[in-house]
């Protein structure tokens, strides 16, 4: 198959009635088909974080504060193409991920709330100009204590996640064609999961059309209108960031200019750049004592101002997001309340 790469949000409305068929793959061998009529079958569930236990007949993951991380359960298993069903019920205030990883780590997720549905691509680690990437974004309405039902599709570059009927959130990034090694279910607040099911993918003839379909179908939607203000800013920002890392090499270049004065500032004050309460003590001095530091920290601040206005005068409601979150932050900073 032609590899296709398409930098495109996708968005769309979501009712659910029951997993529906793939479109890229056909389905192979079954690898996974949990019900969770028992136990937690650790030999192959592996709990990380959080409590986890069957509670009839579903699997509830629910995130603990002393954890100071969300829940999450991992399920080893080797793939590059696949197909993933599964039901979901959400609590109020409520999210999950679907996370697929690969021997480096995070690879790509599919992230659920009451009120939306996103695909990203994890940050590469290795790449300091990597960062967590929208690659699709749809407006929902997940009531709490209703079931859902979702179909996951894998298939080389390709992520989708598709409801009954046509509504559906893909996206598309060279990095999420890898070997994955497992998938893991991290969850905020309370999160029911049912019916899981995973099989091996046979990519299906024809998909170029099916993918420029689904890809001119989505550009016909309008972005998504957040209610979380700070979850609107990070997701605009993330999309038009990784827009213009595709398409315009003058951001590129302002991204290169941030990443050197980041460097140039870790270098030279690498304990103030540890974990921990110590190193944030160590900044707090050295911004108080030391001119060098202020120095550098100071042009480090004026590159990423500069790196976000670039970004805002190319997206407004990225810059209606960022006045409305400064707005709050003044409105809930202690100066203001006095």
């Known amino acids: 198959m032609k590899s296709i790469l398409i930098p495109a949000v996708i968005l769309c409305s979501v009712i659910f009635s029951k997993p529906p068929s793939p479109v890229l793959l056909a389905p192979g061998q079954t690898i996974i088909d949990e ?62 991920s679907i996370s697929l990883n690969d021997p480096d780590g995070h690879n790509s997720r599919l992230t659920i709330n009451n009120e939306s549905m996103l695909v990203k691509k994890d940050a590469d680690k290795k790449d300091p100009a990597s960062f967590s990437a929208v690659l699709a974004e749809c407006q929902a309405a997940f009531e709490p204590g209703k079931w859902y039902d979702m179909t996951i599709e894998v298939s080389g570059k390709a992520f989708i996640a598709k ?18 090694s497992d998938l893991a279910l991290p969850v905020t607040g309370v999160v029911y999961f049912d019916n899981i099911k995973i099989l091996a993918g046979i990519p299906l003839p024809g998909t ?97 101002r500069e790196e976000l206005n670039y970004l805002m005068e190319r997206d407004a409601d990225l810059k209606e997001y960022w006045t409305k979150l400064q707005e709050e932050r003044k409105k809930n900073s202690p100066t203001e309340k006095k």
């Open 35 to 96: 019900s969770f009529s028992k136990t937690i079958d650790t030999n192959r569930w592996h709990v990380s974080k959080g409590a986890w236990k069957i509670e009839k007949g579903a699997l509830r993951g629910e995130e603990l504060a002393a954890d100071h991380h969300a829940g999450s359960i991992k399920l080893p298993f080797v793939y590059t193409n696949a197909i993933i069903q599964f039901s979901f019920r959400l609590e109020k205030d409520s999210g999950f």
């Open 163 to 180: 409801s009954a009927g046509k509504e559906f959130a893909a996206g598309f990034h060279n990095g999420i064609d890898t070997m994955k």
């Open 208 to 304: 170029e059309k099916t993918l420029s379909g689904l890809n001119d179908e989505q550009k016909k939607r309008p972005p998504v209108k957040y209610k979380n203000v700070q979850t609107g800013y990070s997701v605009r920002e993330s999309i038009m960031r990784y827009k213009l890392m595709q398409e315009d090499p003058v951001f590129g270049e302002l991204v290169k200019k941030r990443i050197s004065a980041v460097n140039a500032l870790e270098q030279a004050f690498p304990q103030a750049f540890k974990k921990g309460k110590k190193a944030e003590e160590e900044k707090k001095r050295l911004q108080q004592e030391n001119a060098e530091y202020k120095a550098l920290n100071a042009e480090t601040g004026k590159i990423r």
